[in-house]
């Protein structure tokens, strides 16, 4: 009867445990992260071919859930070699000192629905900023899409000093949109 | 009929003569230049005038249709005559041609042309390098064939002035 009981137990348990999986294999081949900017009026973008990420995340205790991103600004995709060349100079990214960028979350909150907010500090050229990201998490079987966007001021991290430190050209505003896929061990 | 062009025809003709000889300055002085905001300004200047010019063209014709231009002199040999009129229609189809290649160019480089900062142009050309890099050639070899032209168009305006003695150039000046 207690061996009945266990299995029926274990039984009930099994679905439960499938769906509290934890996400935390990203699919770099399966994810981006781009971003957005005006230059004079004219909407431009662009992305960055190489990051490194790692995340636990649980739908079951999204307040435990964890994300470091790091991402490798030498790989900069804006679309025209000649300004692939000049973000990764001094004056933008300054890649040889700086070559990476990275986001460290700090707590997660669970906004209902299969929304979040992350808050966390984003370190860009040595200098950090805390910011709040919102994102979606859909699950497609044994894998689930982060999906979110959020602004920056290119000026709040130097990203364009000297001549391009004024914004009339190249706008302040940058949107940085990512789509993370994840799979559950 | 009448030997005088309308004061509006003549406004727009030198209007165009002025924005088209600062545009053809500025479109072979930019494109060498390394990349710096005063290169990405001067592209956005010179696609705004580039769309201001067409636009221009096009009010140009409309006008040109409505308000028919004095005739040639009939001391002109026909030969002459059909080789005036030929000068005339290649100005204007590269008039037409030289911003639309312009246009295309910054679709397919995927450099949407928003007139002054403001009104977005569609793109009628998804990004694609070799064919941004084709229209590129496209687009500057038309202007040098422009260039090429408007020589032509100046040095038969200064041979009827100077050698036949007409008034072919002093019927398109301000107080004829």
């Keep these: 009867m207690k061996r009945l009981a266990f299995a029926l137990a274990l039984a009930a348990a099994l679905p439960f445990a499938a769906q ?53 600004l030498a790989s900069v995709d804006t679309g025209a070699p000649e300004a692939d060349e000049e973000v990764a100079g001094k004056p933008w990214f300054n890649t040889k000192a700086f070559p990476t ?41 044994n894998s689930g899409v982060f999906d979110g966007s959020f602004t920056i001021r290119r000026g709040d991290f130097s990203i ?13 505003d940058v949107l940085i949109k990512f789509r993370i896929t994840a799979a559950s061990k | 009929m009448t030997n005088r062009y309308t004061t509006t ?23 060498d230049l390394p990349l710096s905001p005063q290169k990405l300004q001067l ?36 030969l002459m005559q059909f080789a005036a009129h030929a000068g005339h ?20 480089k995927g450099f949407q042309t928003v007139w002054f900062g403001v009104l977005p142009l569609p793109d009628l050309l998804d990004k694609n390098k070799e064919l941004g890099d084709l229209l590129a050639l496209v687009h500057k070899s038309l202007n040098l064939f422009f260039v090429a032209v408007i020589v032509g168009h100046v040095g038969a305006a200064l041979k009827h002035h100077l050698i036949d003695k007409d008034d072919i150039l002093t019927r398109m000046l301000p107080r004829h």
């Design chain 2, 43 to 78: 592209y956005s200047w010179h696609k705004w005038a580039g769309v201001s010019a067409f636009l221009l063209v096009l009010v140009r014709l409309a006008w040109r249709v409505t308000h028919i231009p004095p005739a040639l002199p009939a001391s002109m040999p026909k």
């Design chain 1, 160 to 172: 364009g000093e000297g001549a391009w430190a004024k914004f009339d050209i190249v706008a302040n």
């Design chain 1, 101 to 141: 960028a990275q986001f460290v979350s700090g707590s997660v909150k669970a906004l209902g629905g299969n929304r979040y907010e992350v808050a966390g500090k984003l370190t860009i050229k040595g200098k950090t900023q805390d910011i709040v990201v919102p994102a979606t998490f859909t699950a497609q079987g």
């Design chain 2, 89 to 108: 229609f290649l100005l204007y189809a590269l008039m037409l041609a030289i911003p639309l290649t312009g246009w295309l160019m910054s679709s397919a």
């Design chain 1, 20 to 72: 509290a999986a934890e996400f935390t294999q990203v699919q770099t081949d399966k994810s981006a992260i781009t971003f957005g900017y005006q230059q004079m009026g004219v909407k431009m973008d662009g992305r960055f071919k190489k990051f490194a990420a790692r995340l636990n995340f649980d739908p079951a205790r999204p307040a435990d859930a964890k994300a470091t991103f790091d991402v490798d």
């Design chain 2, 9 to 31: 025809a003549k406004g727009l003709h030198w209007l165009m003569a002025i924005l088209l000889f600062g545009m053809l300055a500025l479109g072979f002085y930019m494109q």
